[in-house]
């Protein structure tokens, strides 16, 4: 298990990336927190009792260039369970790059086969911090030009960072 | 990227879009622009065009703006599926390329969540309107769909517009029974899902009968009095919710 550190203006969350389960998505995931690509991204969406979803977009919904998507390893037993972490993406199913959620409620409906047959891949859960998710998940939220549910405070990822 | 979303699907129908209709259409493509992007899919449920002549009427730019919003809602990560309704049965493989959508027969089954809705138009229930299913049978044939779109656009609108004037006048003369669904008809449905959603009657509601649940879309109208609209809605835990234009819950 690989362990990062979520540094936000909220507070700090802890998460374990299971490597074993989910390799390709945490080879992927980590080639951007090695690249620095998370420093300065926000939460830009979330939906209470649902998930917060970030790592695409800097403040003032300004989005971040991404540069290698990952095959969908949603198949992988993994479950969308409350305080796990797993890809965002299109609707093609292997288009996730680095935008991550962290589900603040149990989404069974996202689990392989989900809707479209592919679900979402699920890779890592928090370990320290559940608080801070928390009170993200519970942020006010408005519009900002073509997106919905975005913080009226902007939720700010400073770094993420591997620990250990 | 609008995914993951907990709104797994809205439903619209019986817009009946044209070009003399400024005002709904405005509405369509706000709806297309605030709404639909919350959603993993959006279905369109027939009768979205007032009529329409075939793919090739897809130069016109009305039809052409309708297309690349809805290919455009698309890009956004929102599947778009479109059942035909009486009156835009015409639409077509080119109409579905152009606007990035997926055609459904009517009816359908769709699952959401593990949830199982029957999707139809509404039109096929209306079995007891006679005269009605007569002509249905007729313009769906294979057949006689090859033969009219062989004709000329303008010999086939010319067409369309006898057929519609004449629509109106015997609409006056068909009772109010007549012309909404048949119980037999809506109990062969429920025999495929507890869930019914259509359209097509322009009687939005939720009639429930025990565990059966069939909700009715409303139509859109917005250029004339009374202004009205509105589609539904189902989340990840199969609630199905009715909402008014402005996104109001019913």
Redesign the interface.
């Known amino acids: 298990m690989t362990t990062i550190l979520i540094t936000t203006n909220q507070g700090n969350i802890k998460a374990e990336l299971d490597e074993a389960k989910a390799p390709k998505t945490v080879e992927n995931f980590l080639y951007y927190v090695n690249k620095g690509h998370f420093d300065n991204t926000i939460f830009h969406r979330v939906i209470k009792d649902f998930m917060i979803q970030g790592g695409g977009f800097e403040v003032g919904m300004k989005q971040k260039d991404t540069d290698q998507t990952v095959e969908n390893e949603g198949k992988n037993g993994l479950k969308n369970d409350k305080y796990t972490l797993a890809m965002a993406r299109t609707s093609a199913p292997h288009s996730a790059s680095a935008q991550f959620f962290i589900n603040t409620k149990g989404n069974d409906f996202l689990n392989y086969p989900g809707q479209d047959g592919w679900g979402y891949a699920v890779f890592g859960k928090v370990v320290e911090g559940q608080d801070v998710v928390d009170q993200i998940n519970n942020v006010k939220t408005s519009r900002a030009g073509m997106h919905a549910d975005v913080p009226a405070d902007p939720v700010i990822i400073q770094k993420i960072e591997v620990v250990q | 990227?609008?995914?993951?979303t907990?709104m797994?699907a809205l439903f619209i129908s019986d817009l009946h879009l044209q070009a003399s209709h400024p005002r709904t259409a405005d509405a369509f493509f706000r709806f297309l622009?605030?709404q639909a992007?919350?959603a993993?899919?959006l279905y369109l449920l027939g009768d979205i065009f007032e009529y329409w002549a075939g793919d090739d009427d897809l130069e016109t730019p009305f039809n052409a703006a309708i297309a690349a919003a809805l290919r455009g809602l698309?890009e956004r990560?929102?599947?778009v599926y479109w059942m035909a309704g009486n009156r835009d049965f015409l639409v077509g493989p080119g109409f579905a390329q152009a606007a990035g959508l997926t055609l459904l027969a009517d009816p359908h089954v769709a699952s959401?969540?593990?949830h199982q809705v029957v999707l139809a138009h509404g039109d096929a229930q209306c079995t007891g309107d006679i005269k009605y299913m007569a002509f249905r049978a007729q313009v769906r044939d294979p057949d006689w769909q090859t033969q009219f779109l062989a004709m000329p656009l303008v010999q086939r609108k010319a067409i369309i517009a006898g057929l519609r004037e004449g629509s109106r006048s015997a609409h006056a003369e068909k009772s109010y029974e007549i012309m909404d669904v048949a119980a037999d008809a809506v109990a062969a449905l429920h025999a495929q899902a507890d869930t019914i959603i259509h359209g097509h009657t322009h009687r939005p509601a939720l009639h429930r009968q025990g565990s059966l649940r069939r909700f009715v879309l409303p139509d859109w109208e917005l250029d004339e009095e009374p202004r009205r609209g509105g589609w539904i809605a189902i989340d990840?835990d199969g609630d199905i919710t009715r909402h008014d234009l402005d996104g109001t819950p019913l």
């Open positions: 990227m609008t995914t993951p907990r797994l622009d605030e992007p919350r993993g899919a698309g990560g929102v599947a959401f969540g593990g990840a």
